[in-house]
């Protein structure tokens, strides 16, 4: 088949919207499938080919985070000024940009789609951290009529993600709900990675439709992660937490008051990597938890794989589920999961009892120690974890997307 994905993260991005697609394309790839990337540009190349897949790297170049350009030394006040206005700007660009972020992408996507406009794809597929992606995949499905499927991926919400907004909902809202209801109208098929983001676009637009919309989970290679041989550690025990914190969505202050009460009774060490994001250092990095800041993603691998229990903290008012939960889970390492109302589904699978403990409060302080105490002497197979994730394995997850055009 020949297959074309539109996602402005691939490698060399990192993160979880690069990860995603960046291995399903290379299993397309190995399985004899023609795959062509169009993606956001990271340097000077513009075309590419990665593990025999055809990458067009289009837009402007955006540095990643640790890559910074050369300058020259300044003075405080040129500084500040310079500072001053480049905050102005942003939260004039942020007033107005539509339809998120990524905004400066979509005339370079809609180019290059226009180019391709005779060639037939038996596959389109458009992958949402950025609707561009989306707007660009309905732009083509009009324009060229030998499109076999396109299926529109939600990495993230859209019109309802009113926790965290991808732009004005004051100015655009409508032309959100809009443009949504049009990708759903041409689409084939909708997927969203949990069933709490499916339940809420069924109710805001009536997607009943189970050919029409489906859940297919985040991805994970078990082996990359889990965790083969670990001695037996002695305390002060590793408790780590990897992943960034956002302002009333996924919170630190319940897990900082609760080490720090339980550390007066266990010895134990948290380290938290990632950034704040706004949250205060000053109320993160406190008595036995130590922030360490944002750690590329090679690096945050072999810091959860070097820990003793993880620690996992739930979105609030927020449907997302992070893909670091099914990476915690692949690890086989027991894991302590923070929560105010829902747990995500995984997390819930009685096949890891034993490995979980849910805290929601103080209560549940007793509970922590000998959890810890326990879980540290136990192990937990491979075979096990491979079982429990066999769903989100990244070859079923690539087959699921095939379902229906390989036939």
């Given at each position: 088949m020949k297959i074309l994905i539109i996602n402005y993260y691939f490698e060399p991005f990192v993160g979880a919207h690069a990860y995603r697609w960046s291995q399903i394309a290379k299993v397309w790839a190995a399985e004899g499938h023609e795959v062509e990337v169009i993606a956001g540009r990271v340097g000077d190349t513009r075309c590419e080919v990665r593990d025999d897949v055809t990458v067009e790297r289009i837009g402007f170049v955006r540095r990643q985070s640790g890559m910074s350009s050369s300058s020259t030394t300044s003075s405080e006040k040129v500084n500040a000024l310079r500072s001053a206005t480049v905050g102005l700007l942003k939260k004039v660009n942020r007033f107005f940009f539509w339809p998120d972020g990524l905004w400066h992408w979509l005339p370079f996507l809609l180019a290059s789609l226009l180019k391709r406009r005779h060639v037939k794809y038996d596959l389109v597929v458009s992958y949402s951290p950025t609707f561009s992606a989306h707007v660009g995949g309905l732009f083509f499905k009009k324009i060229n009529k030998n499109i076999g499927r396109w299926i529109a991926d939600y990495g993230d919400p859209f019109s309802t993600s009113n926790s965290m907004p991808p732009n004005n909902f004051k100015i655009y809202k409508w032309l959100n709900f809009f443009f949504e209801n049009r990708v759903f109208k041409f689409c084939d098929k909708v997927v969203f990675t949990n069933k709490r983001t499916l339940r809420e676009y069924v109710e805001c637009f009536g997607l009943t439709s189970c050919s029409k919309a489906s859940v297919i989970p985040h991805a994970v290679d078990v082996g990359a992660f889990f965790q083969q041989k670990k001695p037996v550690r002695t305390q002060p025990y590793n408790l780590v937490y990897v992943g960034a914190f956002h302002r009333g969505i996924r919170e630190p202050f319940m897990m900082v008051g609760f080490f720090n009460e339980l550390c007066k009774r266990l010895d134990i060490v948290v380290n938290v990597y990632g950034p704040l994001n706004g949250v205060p250092h000053s109320e993160v990095n406190t008595g036995c938890v130590k922030h360490h800041g944002a750690v590329s993603r090679d690096r945050a691998i072999e810091l959860v794989r070097e820990a003793d229990i993880l620690?996992?903290?739930?979105?609030?008012?927020?449907?997302?589920?992070?893909?670091?939960?099914?990476?915690?889970?692949?690890?086989?390492?027991?894991?302590?999961?923070?929560?105010?109302?829902?747990?995500?589904?995984?997390?819930?699978?009685?096949?890891?009892?034993?490995?979980?403990?849910?805290?929601?409060?103080?209560?549940?302080?007793?509970?922590?120690?000998?959890?810890?105490?326990?879980?540290?002497?136990?192990?937990?197979?491979?075979?096990?974890?491979?079982?429990?994730?066999?769903?989100?394995?990244?070859?079923?997850?690539?087959?699921?997307?095939?379902?229906?055009?390989?036939?």
């Open positions: 620690i996992n903290i739930e979105n609030s008012n927020c449907v997302m589920t992070p893909s670091k939960i099914v990476e915690y889970v692949a690890t086989g390492l027991p894991i302590i999961n923070f929560y105010e109302k829902e747990r995500a589904e995984l997390l819930c699978d009685e096949r890891l009892s034993g490995r979980l403990l849910h805290v929601k409060n103080l209560a549940s302080l007793d509970s922590a120690c000998a959890f810890i105490s326990r879980a540290v002497l136990e192990r937990v197979s491979l075979d096990h974890i491979e079982m429990v994730l066999f769903s989100y394995s990244i070859n079923n997850v690539a087959d699921k997307y095939l379902d229906g055009v390989c036939e």
